[in-house]
């Protein structure tokens, strides 16, 4: 669970998402969510996260707000 979130620095501080022990793997589920990856399969959901990670733009800054909107603290 969560082997990859090491590799997302970048978009959890993008998105102001402070990963913590009691969040990480709602985290991990939300966002296998958001790349339409069954929860638990996480070779399959880090190679289509890191897709949009990596990538700069529209794709990137709509994880990054859905990350925010769902997980930050209001």
């Not at 793997?25 to 070779?43: I, N, S, T």
């Not at 880090?46 to 603290?73: C, H, P, T, Y």
Request: with cysteine.
């Amino acid at each position: 669970m969560s082997c990859y979130f090491r590799h997302l620095k970048d978009l959890f501080a993008e998105s102001g998402v402070s990963v913590t022990k009691e969040n990480k793997k709602d985290v991990d589920a939300f966002l296998h969510e958001q790349v339409g990856v069954e929860y638990k399969h996480c070779p399959e959901a880090w190679r289509a996260i890191k897709k949009v990670a990596q990538m700069e733009g529209n794709d990137r800054a709509k994880l990054a707000k859905a990350l925010r909107k769902r997980f930050s603290a209001h």
